[in-house]
């Protein structure tokens, strides 16, 4: 049976062989070429010469969110007594689907009760975009956060809930336009009606 290996695991066999990281890259920039010759274009043409080059540094920021690691995120702070909902709310973010490699993008809203601490709002920001920053699932992306969040930070409860068009859905397929897909993760308090309630009262959804 396969050992399934840690996110520091993983992490730290990435950075630890830049040289296979340096192979890999050369790899990706023929399946560039390759990937033009197959849609119709001519790779030799003048302003198609950088594009491997190009696609693999946009990917490097696309796909950024595999060389982080969430633990190194958070920064913790003593809260007061009896604090109540924190939210931070209209987290523009932006995915790529796992299923078709298309972009889905939109806005992620995150709420926790705290449990004697908090952590710096820009520290929930860069949580979510560490997620999106991978090959994701809209569903798994708002699961991802909220167990980091629940791991990391403790709290009583947390919910995330994330709205998104996707190119798959607008571009190809059904090619509906105007649909957002709407998915939430709950945990701790959040789970109980009430919570949830007063959560998307205060977002005003």
């Known amino acids: 049976m396969a050992v399934k290996r840690s996110t520091a695991q993983v992490l730290e066999n990435k950075l630890a062989a830049p040289e296979k990281r340096d192979c890999a890259a050369d790899r990706m920039k023929r399946y560039v070429t390759d990937f033009?010759?197959?849609?119709?274009?001519?790779?030799?043409?003048?302003?198609?010469?950088?594009?491997?080059?190009?696609?693999?540094?946009?990917w490097d920021k696309l796909f950024g969110g595999y060389r982080q690691d969430p633990a190194r995120i958070f920064r913790f702070f003593e809260c007061p007594e009896n604090s109540d909902i924190v939210i931070l709310k209209n987290i523009d973010f932006y995915?790529?689907?796992?299923?078709?490699?298309?972009?889905?993008?939109?806005?992620?809203?995150?709420?926790?009760?705290?449990?004697?601490?908090?952590?710096?709002?820009?520290?929930l920001a860069r949580l979510a975009e560490l997620h999106a920053r991978r090959l994701q699932l809209q569903e798994r992306l708002v699961s991802d956060i909220a167990d980091d969040i629940e791991k990391f930070l403790e709290p009583r409860g947390v919910i995330v809930t994330a709205q998104a068009q996707h190119f798959c859905m607008t571009s190809r397929g059904v090619q509906k336009q105007r649909t957002k897909m709407v998915a939430t993760a709950a945990r701790g308090l959040f789970k109980q009606q009430a919570h949830r309630a007063e959560f998307f009262s205060l977002l005003g959804l």
């Open 95 to 123: 995915s790529t689907c796992e299923h078709h490699l298309l972009p889905f993008f939109g806005e992620l809203h995150i709420g926790y009760l705290p449990d004697g601490k908090i952590t710096g709002i820009s520290k």
């Open 36 to 58: 033009m010759e197959y849609v119709g274009d001519d790779p030799a043409r003048a302003s198609l010469a950088d594009t491997p080059g190009r696609v693999l540094r946009s």
